[in-house]
């Protein structure tokens, strides 16, 4: 594994540990809670072979569906 992918998957691994409510996983919620932060993970699922479905609710509820990329017919990754 190369350094920059390793440090990465160590800082996540911190913030897993974190407890939900913890000060520092406020800046990385108001990150990710953006349309900024949704398309930095829209593109990060991208490169990995993941297409994207949002559906909004009208009611401030949305899901997201995840797709394999290059099956036919797509093959359903989750949905959440």
Same mark, same amino acid.
Request: proline share 6%; no cysteine.
């Given at each position: 594994?190369? #350094? =920059?992918?390793?440090?990465? /998957?160590?800082?996540?691994? !911190?913030?897993?540990?974190?407890?939900? $409510?913890?000060?520092?996983? #406020? =800046?990385?919620?108001?990150? /990710?809670?953006?349309?900024? !932060?949704?398309?930095?993970?829209?593109? $990060?699922?991208?490169?990995?072979?993941?297409?994207?479905?949002?559906?909004?609710?009208?009611? !401030?509820?949305?899901?997201?569906?995840?797709?394999?990329?290059?099956?036919?017919?797509?093959?359903?990754?989750?949905?959440?």
């Amino acid at each position: 594994m190369d #350094r =920059p992918r390793r440090a990465l /998957l160590e800082a996540a691994i !911190g913030f897993a540990t974190l407890e939900p $409510g913890t000060s520092e996983l #406020r =800046p990385l919620h108001q990150w /990710l809670d953006s349309w900024r !932060g949704i398309g930095a993970i829209a593109i $990060g699922m991208r490169r990995q072979g993941w297409d994207l479905q949002l559906t909004g609710y009208g009611n !401030g509820h949305w899901r997201a569906t995840f797709w394999h990329t290059g099956t036919n017919p797509p093959v359903l990754g989750g949905s959440a």
